[in-house]
Nanobody, 127 residues
Framework: EVQLVESGGGLVQAGDSLRLSCAAS????????LGWFRQAPGKEREGVSL????????YYAGSVKGRFTISSDNTKNTVYLQMTSLKPEDTAVYYC????????????????????WGQGTQVTVSS
């Protein structure tokens, strides 16, 4: 069974840091692109950060560039999102996803094909 399980969300104050983790199982981790997406109330889901399985190249939404860092550990089948200098506008449900192919243009980052999604973890940043 393919599973992506997120953890690490919570309630923090503006300026604080959080690290999200996504543990993957049921598929060959290193064969897929991995990434983080988020959805705030009343808004569409958006790509936050992706990491390529082939070369480790990373991609970030403009709104998080310089504050968030994505990384993966193939020995643990886990992808991380280190979030620093959090802002109230970062409040959202954060989802981990696996896919194939990365599209990055016109301010948008996403997978070309999606394979699996996690259940999401809530991040709330108070002002």
């Amino acid at each position: 069974e393919v599973q992506l399980v997120e953890s690490g969300g919570g309630l923090v104050q503006a300026g604080d840091s959080l690290r999200l983790s996504c543990a993957a199982s049921g598929f060959t981790f290193e064969n897929y692109e991995l990434g983080w997406f988020r959805q705030a109330p009343g808004k569409e889901r958006e790509g936050v950060s992706l990491i390529s399985s082939s070369d480790g190249r990373t991609y970030y939404a403009g709104s998080v560039k310089g504050r968030f860092t994505i990384s993966s550990d193939n020995t643990k089948n886990t992808v991380y999102l280190q979030m620093t200098s959090l802002k109230p506008e970062d409040t959202a449900v954060y989802y981990c996803a696996a896919g194939r192919g990365i599209f990055a243009a016109a301010g948008e980052i996403r997978f070309v094909k999606y394979y699996s999604w996690g259940q999401g973890t809530q991040v709330t940043v108070s002002s």
